[in-house]
């Protein structure tokens, strides 16, 4: 199974980045689909989730109406667009593959995101 992130890099704050995240080897449809992020000095935390049919989503209140995850499964992908960037936001984001009835759960290796001017 390969967990793959892309999409990262520099923005202004009040800038936009959308991440990719594209996963193989498993059956996509299956999983739900979350992110997470890592700041400097922080524990890992939850950002934003969508169930394997896309049909119900969730977010962290921190990222509530900026960002907005979407996924796309005949392409086996999931994206994070996230809008209005703030310097607090600066992270290593994580995509997350997870079934919870098979206790199945993958992690990518993160994409870097640094909001600054």
């Known amino acids: 199974v390969k967990v793959v992130e892309s999409g990262g890099g520099l923005v202004q704050p009040g800038g936009s980045l959308r991440l990719s995240c594209t996963v193989s080897?498993?059956?996509?449809?299956?999983?739900?689909m979350r992110w997470y992020r890592q700041g400097p000095g922080k524990e890992r935390e939850f950002v934003a989730f969508?169930?394997?049919?896309?049909?119900?989503?969730n977010y962290a209140d921190s990222v509530k109406g900026r960002f907005t995850i979407s996924r796309d499964n005949a392409k086996n992908t999931v994206s994070l667009q996230m809008n209005s960037l703030k310097p607090e936001d600066t992270a290593v984001y994580y995509c997350?593959?997870?079934?919870?009835?098979?206790?199945?759960?993958?992690w990518g290796q993160g994409t870097q995101v640094t909001v600054s001017s």
């Open positions: 997350n593959a997870y079934w919870a009835l098979a206790g199945r759960d993958y």
């Open positions: 080897g498993l059956t996509f449809h299956y999983y739900g």
């Open positions: 969508i169930t394997s049919a896309g049909g119900t989503t």
